[in-house]
C-alpha cells in the first residue's frame, strides 16, 4: 500500500499561485504515473494533470499553459504549481499514484481545498 500525504493549498486570488505538494511512502512501484485531480462542489471529479516515472507529462486542456506539474523521484514527490489562477479552478485537489496511465489510481492523498477569489 502507498500512502500519499499532500501539502499546500489555500486561499489565493485571481491570477495569483499556489504550489501543492505530495509525497509518497510505503511500497511505491516503478515505474509509476503521478498525478493531479480535482473536485468542485457538484462536479465530478477530473484529472488535472499526470506525469510518468520518466518525465512524461500530460495535462487537461482547461490548465494547460498555467500549471506544470513535476515530481523528485529520489524523494517520491510530485509537485503541482498553479499559475494565473481563475474562481473556477476553486476545488479539493487529490494526488494520486497508478502503475501505468491505463490503470486507475492505486492510492490517493487526503486533499486539500484550493479557494480562488477575491
Known amino acids: 500500500q502507498v500512502q500519499l500525504v499532500q501539502s499546500g493549498g489555500g486561499v489565493v486570488q485571481p491570477g495569483g499561485s499556489l504550489r501543492l505538494s505530495c509525497a509518497a511512502s510505503g511500497s511505491i512501484f516503478s515505474p509509476s504515473v503521478m498525478g493531479w485531480s480535482r473536485q468542485a462542489p457538484g462536479k465530478q471529479r477530473e484529472l488535472v494533470a499526470t506525469?510518468?516515472?520518466?518525465?512524461?507529462?500530460n495535462y487537461a486542456h482547461f490548465v494547460k499553459g498555467r500549471f506544470t506539474i513535476s515530481r523528485d523521484n529520489a524523494n517520491n514527490t510530485v509537485y503541482l504549481q498553479m499559475n494565473v489562477l481563475k474562481p473556477e479552478d476553486t476545488a479539493i485537489y487529490y494526488c494520486n499514484i497508478r502503475r501505468s496511465i491505463d490503470r486507475q489510481p492505486d492510492s490517493w492523498g487526503q486533499g486539500t481545498q484550493v479557494t480562488v477569489s477575491s
Open positions: 506525469i510518468t516515472s520518466g518525465g512524461t507529462t
